[in-house]
């Protein structure tokens, strides 16, 4: 995902209100509502999941289906409070039919809203959830498997990368990867803050 820096920076309603309304997309025609994101804007942590799912869909606000309460424990176990200090924002705003997979040109038609939104958070460290988030800001093809238990980064912002929660809950066996990779980034974060 490369962002255009140069671009104007919407407000952030007025960003809201662009997602809102948005079109740019087949994804608009099967969506109850948009998915903008949820938590402090201010927030020092930025987590990037993948694309709303059926109760994201309803509710229009990420991470609050099953998925996401394993995401509430992760982040409780951690000692990050989901509406304090993180804010969590997906990499498409609309739910794709039946879960699917998020297509190439959905991703491209809504990269901007996200490219947006880490511009105003400006956060201390991003945690990419997934192959499509992790994918999409490193611009890789890697695996999860290749790509976590580094740091990366994105546009000079620390990114470390782990597994989306819903494939954890398909995949328990994996979920004390998942917590290295929490500790991981617990660990790089204190260290990115004595260095502010
Ligand atoms: N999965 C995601 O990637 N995001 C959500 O908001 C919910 C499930």
């Given at each position: 995902m490369v962002a255009d820096t140069a671009a104007p920076l919407l407000e952030w309603d007025a960003l809201e209100r662009a997602v809102r309304d948005c079109r740019?997309?087949?994804?608009?025609?099967?969506?109850?509502?948009?998915?903008?994101?949820?938590?402090?804007?201010?927030?020092?942590?930025l987590l990037i999941g993948e694309a709303p799912g059926?109760?994201?869909?309803?509710?229009?606000?990420?991470?609050?289906?099953?998925?996401?309460?394993?995401?509430?424990?992760?982040?409780?176990?951690t000692g990050l409070d989901r509406d304090q200090d993180v804010y969590i924002a997906n990499v498409l705003k609309c739910r794709p039919p039946g879960n699917r997979n998020p297509s190439g040109d959905e991703i491209a038609s809504c990269q901007n809203y996200l490219i947006q939104q880490i511009r105003h958070i400006q956060p201390t460290l991003i945690l990419a959830l997934g192959r499509f988030a992790a994918q999409t800001l490193l611009q890789t093809e890697k695996s999860i498997g290749q790509l976590r238990g580094k740091l990366h980064s994105y546009q000079d912002i620390p990114l470390i990368v782990s597994y989306h929660p819903a494939y954890l809950l398909r995949n328990q066996p994996d979920k004390h990867k998942a917590?290295?990779?929490?500790?991981?980034?617990?660990?790089?974060?204190?260290?990115?803050?004595?260095?502010s």
């Amino acid at each position: 995902m490369v962002a255009d820096t140069a671009a104007p920076l919407l407000e952030w309603d007025a960003l809201e209100r662009a997602v809102r309304d948005c079109r740019d997309c087949r994804l608009c025609q099967t969506r109850t509502q948009t998915v903008f994101g949820r938590g402090n804007k201010q927030a020092r942590w930025l987590l990037i999941g993948e694309a709303p799912g059926e109760q994201e869909d309803k509710q229009g606000l990420p991470f609050v289906g099953r998925a996401g309460q394993l995401l509430d424990n992760m982040l409780s176990a951690t000692g990050l409070d989901r509406d304090q200090d993180v804010y969590i924002a997906n990499v498409l705003k609309c739910r794709p039919p039946g879960n699917r997979n998020p297509s190439g040109d959905e991703i491209a038609s809504c990269q901007n809203y996200l490219i947006q939104q880490i511009r105003h958070i400006q956060p201390t460290l991003i945690l990419a959830l997934g192959r499509f988030a992790a994918q999409t800001l490193l611009q890789t093809e890697k695996s999860i498997g290749q790509l976590r238990g580094k740091l990366h980064s994105y546009q000079d912002i620390p990114l470390i990368v782990s597994y989306h929660p819903a494939y954890l809950l398909r995949n328990q066996p994996d979920k004390h990867k998942a917590w290295q990779d929490l500790v991981f980034a617990r660990n790089t974060f204190a260290r990115l803050q004595d260095r502010s």
